[in-house]
């Protein structure tokens, strides 16, 4: 039986990848000036306040009291029409990096060294913000491993630590879990195929311990009430309205909740 239901795992996650390795290319055919994202401009947060928008993909908008922007695996298709003041990006597909940043983003960090001499390590003090990276692998086109291809990003900001996963495509060792240390927000791709299976993401969430997860990466509502229902009994699940949210010290969830915010 357990054999079976190994069996069927591989048999969905293949056909997942099948179909999400298309979406997550397609959204290169977007034009780059989304109607949406006109409206979107920073906001101005009192002090222990943290504004978190969900963009859309893999994409999110964190800003600071001290008013330091940043978007996650920035691309050239799924952006704000103002430069943030840090940009992190990660090489797994063109919808998680571009090869051209504005270059009036102050600072730039890829996920990936571009000479592949050694990992990319970053760790980065701006005003009331710290940011550092954790190497991770990927799968290659080759269908190897690229070693230290993709990262884990880290922000420090108003006393809460807020974690990316990037394009993940491994669990986590005890190092990996000690080095990010303990996480009060998880966003998590959620895709089932591309990155990882969602069983497999599940355990990653139950490692990391967050006190809040919000999904990031998926295509279509069903992949996304999946992976709820992997992690139902572990986490309360609250849905956004909007694609935005104000986070505190305060008012983080106890016990830990999954949210879900309506991406644009």
Known sequence: MCLLVRALA???AAAFARDAAATCQAIASRPTSLPQLASLSPQALAQGEIGLTF?????FLIESPQGVTIVTDYNDYVRPKFPPTIATMNVAHTTHYSAAPDPRIKHVLRGWNPTGAAPARHELAERDVFV????????SWEGGTRINGNSIFIFEVADLCLVHLGHLHHELTREDLGVIGEVDVLMVPVDGGVTMTQFEMADVVRNIRPRMVIPMHFFGPHRLEHFISALSGHYSVRRSPTPHVVLTRQTMPDPPELLVLLGY
Do not use: M
């Open 132 to 139: 550092r990276n954790v190497p991770t692998n990927i799968r």
């Open 55 to 59: 963009i859309g993909h893999s994409s």
């Open 10 to 12: 591989v048999v969905l």
